[in-house]
């Protein structure tokens, strides 16, 4: 099974495709967390995206798709989930491209809608768990929220170390994540109308509003 999920930062996308995820028995390939494991461990690939990311810029195109498309190759038999990929027309169309070439069949496209303000509040409330990036914690969500010990605020599911992304607090770098994911010209918009007129996969598209288990019901009720 291979599923591509599209959403706004903020619209749950993340939670969504780790239960996704768990359901399939697929691997959840994430290109921001990619480039997060680049950062951490000091690679070149890595310090050449930082700059890009800080700010809310797109990584280039040249750095993105083959390290994207590397990935997916090395779960070509397991199945895949993929987040955060394509965000633009250009990596719908490479990616459309590379799946043809590979042999790969898309099964299904996930879309999360939801209001700009409403995902903006959202992202800053967000927070990461140092041992596995699959779980959700948010200071603002009673069914995800951190819990406290030893006057600390940390992760939910195994107690982790918590932290919220830089990007995550800066008004001016989620503005533009959203600028790029609400343009319907060349944006990730634009690719998710790329792969609804392609026709081949089911596209779902839910709305990102409601609680977490209600987005999951409305999903998995509609998944193949
Ligand atoms: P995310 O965790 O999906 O919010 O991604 C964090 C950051 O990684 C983004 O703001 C971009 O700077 C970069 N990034 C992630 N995916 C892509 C992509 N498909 N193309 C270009 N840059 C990306």
Known sequence: MNILTFGPNGSGKGTQGAIIKEKYGIDHIESGAIFREHIKGGTELGKKAKEYIDRGDLVPDEI??????????????????????PRSLAQAEALD??????????????????DRQ????????????????NHPNHIAFDAIKPVEKDGK?????????????ADD??????????????DETTGTMAAVNYFKNLGGAPVISVDG?????????DIMGQLP
């Open 118 to 133: 409403i995902a903006k509040d959202r992202i800053m409330g967000r927070r990461l768990c140092a041992n596995d990036n």
């Open 97 to 114: 491209k590379a799946l043809k070439e590979a042999d790969m069949k898309l099964d299904c496209v996930v879309e999360i809608m939801l």
């Open 153 to 165: 605020l940390v992760c939910r599911v195994c107690g982790g170390e918590l932290s919220a992304r």
């Open 64 to 85: 993105t798709i083959p390290m994207v498309l590397e990935t997916l190759g090395k779960s070509k038999e397991k199945g895949w989930l993929l987040d955060g990929f």
């Open 209 to 217: 509003s409601k609680n977490i288990k209600e987005v999951s019901a």
């Open 169 to 182: 607090q800066d008004e001016g770098a989620i503005n533009k994540r959203h600028d790029i994911y609400y």
